[in-house]
């Protein structure tokens, strides 16, 4: 098995997420993710970061060029950066620069840790 059909159906089950689901949020055809799945066709690069976008993982992480699901910043999934957003709604700029600095230091000490492991 490939390792975007791999890691395709592994997100699909940690989500509890059926290819109906996918297909619908993606506004890919179910039967195109169904051959997705079986390996009877391949995906384009579009499709594959529609895929990643709404799994909130890396594109580089479906086609495994990388091990780490993770993706930067500016593909954080909608329903966490609008939570923050709703947080951070009703504060004032200085903090929400703090929150901020917060998390950019919460995933590099992550960050440092999964490579002190990887060693």
Do not use: C, W
């Not at 890396?58 to 950066?81: E, M, R, V």
């Amino acid at each position: 098995m490939d390792v975007f059909r791999e890691r395709l159906l592994e997100q699909l089950k940690k989500r509890e997420m059926h290819q109906q689901d996918l297909a619908d949020k993606t506004e890919i055809t179910p039967a195109t993710i169904s051959r997705y799945i079986t390996g009877k066709r391949k995906p384009s690069g579009e499709n594959i970061n529609r895929i990643a976008k709404e799994l909130g993982i890396s594109a580089d992480y479906l086609l495994g060029i990388t091990n780490n699901p993770t993706t930067n910043d500016d593909q954080l999934n909608t329903g966490a950066k609008q939570k923050l957003n709703e947080y951070l709604k009703d504060k004032d700029e200085d903090y929400a620069e703090f929150v901020l600095n917060l998390i950019k230091g919460i995933d590099k000490r992550e960050l440092a840790k999964k490579n002190k492991n990887s060693l």
